[in-house]
């Protein structure tokens, strides 16, 4: 009687947590969707003639505006945006009079696996590194690559991107001649790339993971676990990593913001052709439409990854749903 | 005080370097258009693109402008754009973020709200959005990297105000009546304004990343200006024909990231302070404040200091060198190998090798522990009773080191067990309680699985049978409706149970050892005396001997057949508990029990404490570690210090000075 209970109310609190989570996801949605319609808007003197060039006919001008709808009143151009997105139609390019969607759903894959690579990069690395260098710094021991691992890691984590990516460009593609420097072609021009995304969250995550790892070394049930002399490998896997993989799991879902917006950049050093080689060139050719569609994908993608780590998170860590009630 | 902080921060090697970077960084700047402006615009096409060489350190581009002058003259601008973009994401974020300290309760939500979803949300995009609107350009780039930081510097103001505004002085003023505004003023702005210089400094570094990106993208400066972001865009598009027009400039834009970022950074450090370190071999942290019944400062009626410069009557000189191992010699410990005995060791010390030199916690212990015995170990927080357990467990923390005559377990010389067999002997035979059971108890396992994976590993036992054998000792421990117990978090049970759970983790494979390091410390008295009890049932029911480590003589006496006294290391006495209730002969042991209180305590009356303080471990006496404190310690105490003897029968005491039939005098 008393179990199913407590089972109910568990699964109440879950639920309760999902519903909020869920509205929280759906006004922050609303939000990015108004704004990527304002976008346009706000755009200072006439956003067409800023795409077409000064040169274009006036009768083309005025073509192009009655077809991006901006001769209606704006709440009308408000809920048409609205009715547009959700029934998956995001504009017509002004510069190649592609239908937007397509131009997206030709780059977005591109930009999905380069930041799926760096993600799956980051947390093997920063996780297994970080720990590493926790046991073996723990106590007080090693304080000479205790230095060495803070500052090479501080360093790594300071230098942006798109440097990373020349500096990897410079090494492998100019001098050793090992890695393609350009393109999107097979797994050899994604190991650049996502490396270049990825080392700066490695080397922020691994100080993190480490100095958790030093905590959680430190902890009693360390101790109560080597005093019931398990193998060295059950209590690092474990009881040491599941009280890592929250924090790591927190920051690494904080990361993954980071390593979507990194891509935007880093997919420009290698000129790999997804969404952030798409919006940067429809920003220099005053695309609109293309700027709003992919600002609204890559928005949306950052929130609802936000939205599955927290899930993961307390599916992991039963503590942190109840911490969130 | 600010500048005595920037003074300790240039004396790190860091600080210093950083220092140096910015300055010259800030001398480039101004010196940097004016020397090298004119031959960064100088156009020589024949010379185009050519490596370096000495006339060009880093090339030339594509219509042959010396690149290195170029970088040089591009300081100004990339600095400049930084400070400005920080000054943007300053002005705007500190506002917005210290005027919550001010709102009323609910617009405080919504904005901070508003703040957190900001501050989630990736500031490049952000940045690309404004730069869209305002067009391609410096002023797009300053002003979408400046907005982009705002969120960032909102959310610091307003940690940092919210964490004032909630301090005793903020909420007097409050009911003084002083207006909002004044209390933002006068009293939040002052104390936040230096964290937020220090992310101030720090943030040019990231401000000056971001907008080098964007004009790196093409989307910040644009020709005929050009900072290092752009001229590294540029660079790229010829990396295979010269590598340093684009390295060159992104050295430039590394170094300045990093001297700003590492400015910032050491001097939070300084600011923070440097940890001071603890001692490296402290037993569970919080005893010391469990124990302060007996460690407490001297009380007004301390009679020790009067008394400790007493005559001397024996002649200190003419004592044998009572030597940390003599006792192995004597009849308690020689050849004849009781069967019954659990563990038997002789001359147990440990060392912790410290900055200061080496730190002995435990020195030359010798004592047995016969099957199904009831043993405390009792004495003041830093008496060594923990470094004693550990050690015999082989569990002593790095950097300890413990040495021994003989160690004997359950029959066999532990030195000589191969290590695979020896974990399996402690791991099924020894059980360890220790004294948080909140936190000996992994909070992301279930119990039942923590209870299980002991016979999984030592037993060979199926998971599922395993599981099968943690609820039958989960029951036995009395923990009610233990199946589903056994499916839960630590966290789902109280502290009483998790104190049962640990016992019974214990019980898993046939112990013939518990030892309990303060078990009952962090629990309540009433489920204290159940613990207590169900550890007695233990015994009895398993056969196991216990081994309690208290710092409360009370508590020992109702669980314990016998009682080891520590003080400062060593055994001081080795007590029976009858013995002991009735009258113990070292005057430590004495002072300890007289300063329990019980219902016939006069409380009119000032508790009685034992005056003075244990010794410092690196700084212990020549004779009696207790002789400072000792009302009857004299030249005899000071100068040797007396060996661990029989008394009559199985008590012996380490004392000169043993009191023999008299009264205890408090």
Redesign the interface.
């Known amino acids: 009687m008393?179990?199913a209970t407590?089972a109910v109310r568990r699964h109440h609190t879950w639920l309760m947590f999902l519903a909020r989570r869920i509205g929280r996801l759906v006004v922050?949605l609303a939000?990015v969707l108004s704004?990527s319609f304002l976008?346009i808007q706000?755009?200072?003197g006439d956003p067409v003639r800023l795409a077409l060039g000064p040169t274009a006919p006036a009768s083309m001008v005025a073509q192009q505006r009655a077809a991006l709808g901006l001769t209606k009143p704006l709440v009308i151009q408000y809920l048409d945006y609205w009715h547009d997105v959700l029934t998956g139609h995001l504009g017509t390019s002004i510069v190649s009079g592609q239908p937007v969607e397509q131009i997206i759903a030709t780059s977005l894959p591109n930009t999905a696996e380069l930041v799926g690579v760096a993600l799956v990069l980051t947390m093997i690395l920063a996780v297994s590194l970080g720990v590493l260098a926790g046991a073996l710094t723990?106590?007080?021991?090693r304080p000479r690559l205790l230095l060495f691992f803070t500052s090479a890691t501080?360093?790594l984590n300071?230098?942006?991107e798109?440097?990373l990516g020349?500096?990897l460009?410079?090494v492998f593609a100019?001098t050793l001649k090992l890695l393609p420097?350009a393109g999107a072609a097979g797994w050899q021009s994604l190991v650049l790339p996502a490396l270049a995304i990825a080392i700066g969250p490695i080397a922020g995550l691994a100080r993190i993971v480490r100095v958790q790892t030093d905590v959680a070394l430190g902890?009693?049930?360390m101790?109560?676990?080597?005093?019931?002399?398990?193998?060295t490998r059950?209590i690092y896997l474990?009881?040491a990593l599941?009280?890592l993989l929250?924090a790591a799991l927190t920051i690494g879902g904080?990361l993954l913001?980071?390593l979507?917006?990194?891509s935007?950049?880093v997919e420009?050093?290698f000129a790999r052709p997804g969404l952030g080689t798409a919006?940067?060139q429809a920003?220099?050719q005053h695309d609109?439409p293309v700027?709003q569609g992919v600002?609204l994908v890559?928005?949306a993608a950052?929130?609802v990854l936000?939205l599955l780590v927290d899930l993961l998170l307390s599916a992991l860590?039963?503590?942190s749903t109840?911490r969130e009630s | 005080m600010s500048s005595s902080r920037l003074r300790r921060a240039l004396a790190t090697p860091t600080g210093m370097a950083a220092a140096i970077v910015i300055a010259a960084m800030l001398v480039l700047a101004v010196i940097g258009p004016i020397v090298w402006g004119s031959k960064a615009a100088a156009i020589d096409v024949p010379a185009a693109l050519e490596g370096p060489s000495w006339q060009h350190l880093f090339g030339t581009d594509q219509i042959g402008r010396d690149i290195f002058s170029r970088t040089m003259a591009a300081t100004r601008l990339s600095l400049e754009l930084a400070v400005l973009s920080t000054l943007i994401a300053v002005g705007i974020g500190i506002p917005v973020g210290i005027t919550q300290a001010v709102l009323g309760p609910r617009l405080r939500r919504s904005v901070a709200g508003v703040i957190s979803a900001a501050v989630a949300f990736p500031g490049l995009l952000l940045a690309l959005f404004i730069n869209t609107i305002i067009g391609i350009g410096a002023t797009g780039a300053v002003l979408g990297i400046g907005i982009a930081m705002i969120p960032g510097f909102a959310r610091l103001a307003q940690t940092l105000s919210a964490s004032i505004a909630g301090l005793d002085y903020v909420a007097a003023a409050r009911t003084l009546g002083i207006s909002r505004i004044r209390i933002l003023f006068f009293h939040v702005l002052p104390n936040i304004a230096e964290p937020l210089t220090l992310t101030g400094t720090m943030s040019v570094g990231w401000s000056l990343l971001g907008i080098s990106a964007l004009s790196f993208l093409g989307l910040g400066v644009r020709p005929p200006s050009y900072d290092w972001g752009s001229l590294l865009g540029s660079g790229l598009q010829y990396v295979y024909e010269n590598p340093m027009a684009s390295l060159g400039p992104g050295a430039f834009i590394v170094l300045a990231g990093l001297a700003f970022n590492l400015a910032g950074e050491t001097l939070a450090r300084v600011q923070g302070g440097t940890p001071v370190a603890g001692r490296p071999w402290s037993g569970a942290g919080a005893v010391g404040a469990a124990a302060s019944a007996l460690a407490t400062a001297p009380a007004a009626d301390a009679p020790v200091a009067a008394v400790a410069d007493g005559e001397a009557d024996a002649g200190p000189g003419g004592e044998p060198d009572a030597g940390v191992g003599d006792e192995p010699d004597g009849p308690a410990f020689a050849g004849e190998r009781e069967p019954d005995l659990v563990l038997e060791v002789s001359d147990l010390s440990v060392r912790f090798p410290g900055a200061a030199g080496i730190v002995t916690p435990v020195r030359g212990l010798s004592f047995t522990i016969r099957a199904g015995e009831r043993i405390g170990i009792v004495g003041e927080s830093g008496s060594g009773k923990s470094m004693t357990v550990l050690a015999l467990a082989q569990l002593l923390p790095y950097p300890g080191r413990a040495s021994w005559k003989s160690l004997r377990y359950l029959g066999r010389d532990l030195r000589s067990v191969p290590a695979p067999e020896l974990r399996h002997l402690l791991g099924t035979s020894m059980a360890l309680v220790f004294q948080d059971p909140a936190s000996s108890l992994n909070p992301a396992l279930r119990v039942g699985r923590q209870l299980a994976e002991v016979v999984q590993v030592h037993s060979g036992l199926r998971r599922r049978e395993a599981m099968e054998l943690a609820v039958t000792r989960l029951r036995e421990v009395q923990i009610a409706r233990p199946e589903l117990r056994a499916q839960q978090y630590p966290h789902e049970f109280s502290g009483g149970m998790r104190q049962r759970a640990m016992i019974a983790t214990g019980l898993m494979g046939r112990p013939q050892l518990i030892i309990a390091d303060e078990p009952t410390t962090a629990l309540d008295v009433t489920v204290q005396r159940q613990i207590l009890l169900l550890l007695r049932q233990v015994n009895q029911d398993s056969g196991a001997a216990v081994v309690m480590i208290s710092h409360d003589v009370s508590v020992v006496t109702m669980l314990c057949q016998r009682v080891l006294v520590m003080y400062a290391g060593r055994i001081v006495e080795d007590i029976s508990t009858e013995q002991l209730l009735a009258g113990p002969a070292h005057p430590y042991t004495r002072a300890l029990l007289a300063s329990v209180p019980d219902m016939s305590t006069d409380r009119d009356r000032p508790l009685v404490t034992i005056g003075g303080r244990p010794p410092a471990l690196d700084a212990l006496p020549p004779g009696c570690a207790f002789a400072p404190r000792c009302p009857l310690a004299d030249e005899r105490c000071r100068a040797a210090d007396p060996a661990l003897e029989p008394l009559a029968g199985d008590h012996r005491v380490a004392c000169w000075h043993p009191h023999i039939g008299r009264p205890t005098s408090a």
């Open positions: 008393a179990e407590t922050s939000v704004l976008l706000f755009i200072p723990h106590y007080g021991r501080s360093i300071t230098i942006p798109f440097l020349v500096g460009v410079f100019v420097v902890q009693d049930y101790r109560v676990a080597r005093a019931k002399r398990l193998p059950i474990r009881h599941p009280n929250t904080l913001g980071t979507v917006a990194s935007v950049v420009n050093v919006i940067v920003i220099s609109y700027i600002l890559l928005g950052v929130l936000n860590d039963p503590r109840l």
